[in-house]
Structure formats: structure tokens, C-alpha cells
């Protein structure tokens, strides 16, 4: 059956929310009175920035064709127009945050590096140095503000905003340090290898240039990944690209041409002959196989691997 991602201008299931430079919400998740798991199906915000504050329960985070499972506490970070979803257990305990590209881009004006670092989809769970208190805190002071009528409400929510970025990037910044001085610098390298992926589009740069990039030759590059994942670099490059695909076929309505030029493939021959030698299957057939609930090929599961 057609699966038609779904894309929201307001918080997930609000269908009638208009695009706003100011838009923002806080809500609070409770534990539920079930005993099955719930979530958020795959979804995207074409123009919202959003922040999960899990604080208990089981969770996994749905952002490419394979879940990840979370550990409580942990904040998820979500940039706009990221397809994302979420399996809660009935015991999941937190908060959201969803807040407009524009107001982001107002709060962090003066401060561009935090708000391109903050373009990148990040799972934190490590909070030996900055509590996750600290951060949740700062949001329920947040939803108290939205939903005051004091006066200077703009001026305290830009300043707990604010606070909260910078507690946000310092976190980044010394969970980096941390891996650049750990005795595993491989997975570090690999993590910023797959950052460079995610910026670029399919096939934009050689892996000579992301290896200088990273600060290191492309031998090193290929070493790396090899070790982490057991393939070349050119092939993590190309199963990032079909993962890509993959949403795009089973998740819209697109067809095969505008996904080529979503993915900014110079012509949709040269998309469809990619994809068959990536999966074995054209797109069109990859497509129906998907729909008739056939699951991924093995190819593309070998590449999740």
C-alpha cells in the first residue's frame, strides 16, 4: 500500500497550521495508561526546528531506513525538512520543543556558528559536563514564558533560547573534544565523514575533498571506513544516497524524474542506472516491491549494515 510521507508546517497531526516567522510550542510527553508501544510515523517540518527532551522510558528514533534505539535521558535535535519518527514505550517521559527557522535564525543572528552547527541531526546522551537538568530546566522555563501574558515575554523567551543554544552547542562542542581525544578517533572521523555526506548532494564531491575536509588524506579516509563499516568511503558515500532514495520512493509521491533532481542527479537515466546497480532493482520496481509490503531488498539492507 502507498505510503505518502506526510510534511507539516505546525507540530506533527496539525494540518491547519500556516507557515509563521514566529511560530513556537512546548508540549509536555506523559507516560500513557497502555501497555502497547505509540509514536510518530515518518514525517517532515518543512520549516521547524525541533527538540525531543527525553527524560525515562524506551525509545527509538526513525531518520533513515533503520531505527535507532535511545538511552534515557537524551536530547534529539531535528533541523527542518528531516524525515523523522519516534516508537515510544507507554513509560516515555519528556518534552518537546519545536520553534520557525526564521524566529532561530532572529535568536542566533549574532551568533551564526551555533546556528550552522545546529544544521545537523544530533542524538546527545552524554551529560557529564552540561546536566540534562540544566537543559530541562531552560525548557520548562520556556513553556511557562509561552503560555504567560507577562509583560516582556519576547525579551525572556529570547534570552532562555538563547541560554539554551549556547548550553546546547558547548555540549556539541565538548562531546567532540571528547571524541577527538579518545582513543577511538575513527568513529569520530567517521561521525564528521557522514555529517559532510549529509551537506552535500549525491556525488558533489570527490572523496579527495572530504578527506581534506576532515584534515586527512583520502587514504586515511578509506582506512577509517573500513574499519567502522567495513567498506570503502565511496560506497558509504553511495549508500547515503540511496537511503535517500529510498525515502523518496516509499515515503511520496514523487516520480522517478523529480527525485532524481531532488537527489541533484544531472538526468534521471543516470538516477535509475545508479539505483539498479545499487539494489538491483529500477526505482519504479523498487517502489512497487515497497508498496505490495515486501520490505527492503537485501542490497539495501547490506548497506544499513
Known sequence: MKEIIARYDGIYGD??????????????????????????KPHLHGNLFQMFFLEAG???????AEPVDLTTPCLVLIPANTVHGFTFSPQVKGRTLTLSEALMDTILQATPAVLVE??????LSDFEDIPFSDLLTLEQQIHTEINSDLPGKQLALNAYFKLLFVKIFRLLQLTRKKEEDSPNRAMHYFREFQKCIARSAPFEKKISEFAQEL??????????CQTVKGKSALEIVQAHTVRKAHNLLVYTS?????IAYELQFADPGYFARFFRKQTGLSPIAYR?????????????RAMNN
Open 15 to 40: 494540518d491547519k497550521a500556516l507557515v509563521s516567522h514566529d511560530y513556537l510550542c512546548s508540549q509536555i510527553i506523559s507516560p500513557r495508561n497502555r501497555t502497547a508501544d505509540w509514536g510518530l
Open 58 to 64: 524506551r525509545a527509538s528514533f526513525h531518520a533513515a
Open 254 to 258: 514523487l516520480s522517478v524524474s523529480e
Open 215 to 224: 584534515k586527512i588524506t583520502p587514504v586515511h579516509l578509506n582506512r577509517i
Open 118 to 123: 545546529l544544521n545537523s541531526v544530533y542524538i
Open 288 to 300: 512497487a516491491k515497497a508498496y505490495r509490503g515486501e520490505g527492503q531488498p537485501r542490497a539495501l
